[in-house]
């Protein structure tokens, strides 16, 4: 299971550039890929409003 980013998400781009594989994409909502995600957990660390959930 991968990472999940939840609506609470802001897109303020935080977990973007924290990605190892760059499996989180942009939009209104980001979103992770679960194919690529590697549950490392980089992106949900530096979350300000705690939007990403742990698998």
């Given amino acids: 299971?991968?990472?999940k980013i939840t609506d609470a998400c802001i897109a303020?781009?935080?977990c973007m550039s924290?990605?190892?594989v760059d499996a989180i994409s942009e939009g209104d909502k980001y979103s992770i890929?679960?194919?690529t995600c590697i549950d490392c957990g980089a992106c949900a660390a530096v979350?300000?409003?705690e939007a990403i959930e742990a698998p």
Wanted: aromatic share 6%; charged share 15%.
């Fill in 12 to 14: 303020c781009g935080a």
């Fill in 18 to 20: 924290e990605c190892p």
């Fill in 33 to 35: 890929d679960p194919a």
């Fill in 47 to 49: 979350c300000p409003v």
């Fill in 1 to 3: 299971m991968a990472y």
